[in-house]
């Protein structure tokens, strides 16, 4: 199921308001595609994140996909984490798998969890 509480981008990232920060991560839909992740590239605590550029990337045994900022804002928090234990994106993309907390990010242009449904059953899922 698709959370309600955030925004998506076509490209599968997700964005949610934690006060005033915004957490980034990626769906469940785009970690079922890539399968079994291997390696993932973050920022860094104080990287300025650009909106609609890429943040990091992340890599399965299948392909290397970059991860696309929908906000832009600084670093303030990296869930360094995922490094050595990317099974938390496979298990739980929406909550342990979060990748990192940006401050100064407003949310707009984004899909909410319906219009981002559709973009999934589009893609043949």
């Given amino acids: 199921m698709i959370p309600n509480d955030r925004q998506y981008l076509e490209t599968h990232e997700w964005a949610k308001k934690e006060g005033d920060l915004v957490v980034l991560g990626i769906t469940d839909f785009a970690v079922k595609h890539l399968t079994d992740l291997v390696y ?32 832009e804002g600084e670093v303030v928090e990296v869930n360094s984490e995922l490094v050595d234990a990317l099974d938390r994106v496979a298990n ?13 990010g407003a949310i707009s242009g984004m899909l909410d969890a319906a219009a981002y449904q559709k973009v999934t059953e589009a893609d043949g899922h």
């Fill in 40 to 71: 993932i590239k973050l920022p860094s605590v104080g990287d300025h994140l650009k909106k609609g550029e890429r943040f990091g990337e992340i890599e399965s045994v299948k392909a290397v996909s970059d991860l696309m900022s929908p906000v």
């Fill in 92 to 104: 739980d993309p929406y909550n342990a798998g979060w990748m990192v907390k940006v401050r100064g």
